[in-house]
T-cell receptor, first 118, second 113 residues
Framework: GAGVSQSPRYKVAKRGQDVALRCDPISGHVSLFWYQQALGQGPEFLTYFQNEAQLDKSGLPSDRFFAERPEGSVSTLKIQRTQQEDSAVYLC????????????????FGAGSRLTVL | AQSVSQHNHHVILSEAASLELGCNYSYGGTVNLFWYVQYPGQHLQLLLKYFSGDPLVKGIKGFEAEFIKSKFSFNLRKPSVQWSDTAEYFCAVLSGGSYIPTFGRGTSLIVHP
């Protein structure tokens, strides 16, 4: 597609519910990132995929957070047993490639999924 | 771990005023540097980037940024702001050998007409 598409745009969950957030990156983009953005803060790294391989998940805040990208395109971020502190905007971004090829390091972001946990 | 500091969290200016937003990073090696902007109701988008070469980088809409290696800084500037520049501005750094850009907490800019 022309851009990075995320769904749902808004999600309200009751505390303890599971949620799944979807990201459809730009076609052909190898790298995919998930970031969490709390109100008034910058994006905080969650996890990184290169094709279907999850190369870094060091930013996932707990084992309730899980991400996958099984076919190297669409990715899903799943949060189990949601807590109020999970309320944030979850941003997905993709880039042509990662690492040393600097020309390919520019991130294209989706609009984000705003999660509110009551 | 890399860290990025944006010193000005909220900036309010009148149209035609000059703008400078600070960005400092902690990593001392090779870096790629970015400024992203988020206009109201829109998603984050690239404003400008530095990879190598001329440390003065020009971006869209009259913005520029200067990489000063000795000061670990990449400040964003614009000589004369417009009301349409009202937005959130984020500095980001990609350290050499890393795949993952680190973002600052952002600066909220409000320009009064």
């Amino acid at each position: 597609g022309a851009g990075v598409s995320q769904s749902p745009r808004y999600k309200v969950a009751k505390r303890g519910q599971d949620v799944a957030l979807r990201c459809d990156p730009i076609s052909g983009h190898v790298s995919l990132f998930w970031y969490q953005q709390a109100l008034g803060q910058g994006p905080e790294f969650l996890t990184y995929f290169q094709n279907e391989a999850q190369l870094d998940k060091s930013g996932l805040p707990s084992d309730r957070f899980f991400a996958e990208r099984p076919e190297g395109s669409v990715s899903t971020l799943k949060i189990q047993r949601t807590q109020q502190e999970d309320s944030a905007v979850y941003l997905c971004a993709s880039s042509l490639k990662g690492g040393v090829e600097h020309w390919a390091n520019v991130l294209t972001f989706g609009a984000g999924s705003r999660l509110t946990v009551l | 771990a890399q860290s990025v500091s944006q010193h000005n969290h909220h900036v309010i200016l009148s149209e035609a005023a000059s703008l400078e937003l600070g960005c400092n990073y902690s990593y001392g090696g090779t870096v790629n540097l970015f400024w992203y902007v988020q206009y109201p109701g829109q998603h984050l988008q690239l404003l400008l980037k530095y990879f190598s070469g001329d440390p003065l980088v020009k971006g869209i809409k009259g913005f520029e940024a200067e990489f000063i290696k000795s000061k670990f800084s990449f400040n964003l500037r614009k000589p004369s702001v417009q009301w349409s520049d009202t937005a959130e501005y984020f500095c980001a750094v990609l350290s050499g050998g890393s795949y993952i850009p680190t973002f600052g907490r952002g600066t909220s800019l409000i320009v009064h007409p």
